[in-house]
């Protein structure tokens, strides 16, 4: 059985993000739960989010989209 491990953003310090991300680089992938306030009552981060802490992590990104209409908003994210 092959373990991986993704750490959810939505457990950061939201102050620290660039710091957040360099203390979990040896996880296997970020796990994004990205939530629209309509399609579940929370509301999360959008792309301009993703394509900031882009820039300071390789990671892989495994995004969930908790979004109404999604088809809408899934050429963002990719």
């Known amino acids: 059985m092959n373990t991986r491990i993704s ?3 939505l457990a950061a310090d939201f102050s620290r993000l660039d710091r ?3 203390g979990v680089s040896s996880a296997d992938a970020i796990h994004l739960d990205v939530m629209d ?3 579940v009552p929370n509301l999360s981060f959008g792309p301009p989010v993703l394509q900031s802490i882009r820039k300071v992590t390789d990671l892989f990104f495994d995004v969930h989209l908790m979004v109404t209409e999604p088809e809408r908003y899934i050429r ?3």
């Open 7 to 9: 750490p959810s953003l």
């Open 20 to 22: 957040e991300l360099a």
């Open 37 to 39: 306030g309509i399609f």
């Open 76 to 78: 963002d994210f990719v």
